[in-house]
Each structure stands twice: as C-alpha cells, then as structure tokens.
C-alpha cells in the first residue's frame, strides 16, 4: 500500500525568503502526487499535481514541485514567500486514479 | 462556478447524540467523498460515491456512521450516536474525470466539537 511521509510538521520563514517543504511516498508501483493548501477554516485547493512527463511542476501561486523517482520525493518549494501563503500544506499520493491518501501536512508560518 | 457546498459550518454537541452533516457537490460532478480530518492530521476518506452508489467505504465505521446520495447529487453523512474520538472537520469534495485522474473540489467542511 502506499504512504506519504511529510518530514517537518512546522516550517517558519520570514517574508521574501526561500521555503522547501518536504515530501516522500512509498509505493512500489507507478502513483500521482499532489500538493494541497488549506487555509484556516477552509477546505483544501489543489496547488498542482504530477501525472506524468515532465518531473518539475509548476502550480499556482509561484509554487513548484520536483518528482524525483529514485528519491521517492516530490519536495514544494517556493523562491519568494508571502504573508498569504501562510497555510497547512498536504502532500498526496494516489494509485493512477485509485483512493488519494493525505500525509499530515506543513504548517507553513510566513514571519514578517 | 459555484463551489462544493457544506453546512452547518460548525456543530457541537454531547456525547451519545446523533448529527448530520450535508453536502451540495459543483453541478455535474459524478464523483462525491467525504472526508474526516483530525487536528493536526490529513484528512482520511471515509466514503466515495460515484452518482450514487458506493464506491468505496473500507474506512467509513458502519456501526456508527452512514452516508447517502440520493438521486447523486446531494448527500448527507450521519453519526449516531457520536462519540468523543469523532471530533473533527468533516470535509467534502467532489470531482469529475480530466484526463489521467479526477481533480476534487473541496468544501469549506463542517467543524464537529462532541462533548
């Protein structure tokens, strides 16, 4: 079965600065990625989504994310951060169209 | 486009009672989930339709929890009788297939306080 591990739970930065959210699965077959945002008291937006082909992903928001098989990761990132993208982010995995399964999510604090 | 709608926003209620939750999906989208999210976990689905029959449940605790669509559009989750450990945000989501898989739109859930 498959599983998603996000490595840090909280990730503070200050405004403007770099951020990297970590991300890795387990599956021993092919699977989509995904990475969702949720902002407080709504319900989750789809950020941007690898199904095949290229291995970086760009999204909304300035987002972007890296597919790496031999890792088995698929790490956020962001070059320039807001206030706004203050939010939990939840990193996902499904079997090519089957159940997606959420790992626990980032806490992303943007620090003026 | 309207979006998944969900209410009530917010519920609380004792332990031992029952509560519905219920859901308006975007307009034509076949595919419908409900979703249970923690505090500080990702959210576990519980139930997905396709219209309206049953696609998966294998997580959904049936000895408590029941779940319709009729005619596959709206749904409706039950809990009864809730327990302490069923605090949560229960979310829904509904999707339609583009392309290599489906994209699922989120509501804005509904925040289940049980005393």
């Known amino acids: 079965a498959q599983s998603v591990t996000q490595l840090d739970s909280q990730v503070p930065v200050f405004e403007e600065a770099p951020v990297e959210l970590r991300c890795n699965y387990s599956s021993s077959v092919s699977v989509y990625l995904f990475w969702y945002v949720q902002y407080p008291n709504q319900g989750l937006q789809l950020l941007l989504k690898?199904?095949?082909?290229?291995?970086l992903v760009k999204g909304i928001n300035g987002f972007e994310a890296e597919f790496n098989k031999s890792q088995t990761s698929f790490h956020l990132r962001k070059p320039s951060v807001h206030i706004s993208d203050t939010a939990e982010y939840f990193c996902?995995?499904?079997?090519?169209?089957?159940?997606?399964?959420f790992g626990q999510g980032t806490e992303l604090s943007v620090k003026p | 486009e309207a979006g998944v709608a969900q209410s009530p926003r917010y519920k609380i209620i004792e332990k031992r009672q029952s509560v519905a939750f219920w859901c308006n999906p975007i307009s034509g989208h076949a595919t419908l989930y409900w979703y249970q999210q923690i505090l500080g976990q990702g959210p576990k689905l519980l139930i997905q339709f396709q219209n309206n029959g049953v696609v998966d449940d294998s997580q959904l605790p049936k000895d408590r929890f029941s779940a319709e669509r009729l005619k596959g559009v709206d749904s409706t989750l039950k809990i009864q009788p809730a327990k302490l450990e069923d605090s949560a945000v229960y979310l829904c989501?509904?999707?339609?297939?583009?392309?290599?898989?489906?994209?699922?739109?989120f509501g804005p859930g509904t925040r289940l306080t049980v005393l």
């Open positions: 989501a509904s999707s339609f297939r583009q392309g290599l898989t489906d994209t699922q739109y």
């Open positions: 690898y199904l095949s082909g290229s291995t």
């Open positions: 996902a995995v499904s079997l090519q169209g089957g159940k997606i399964i």
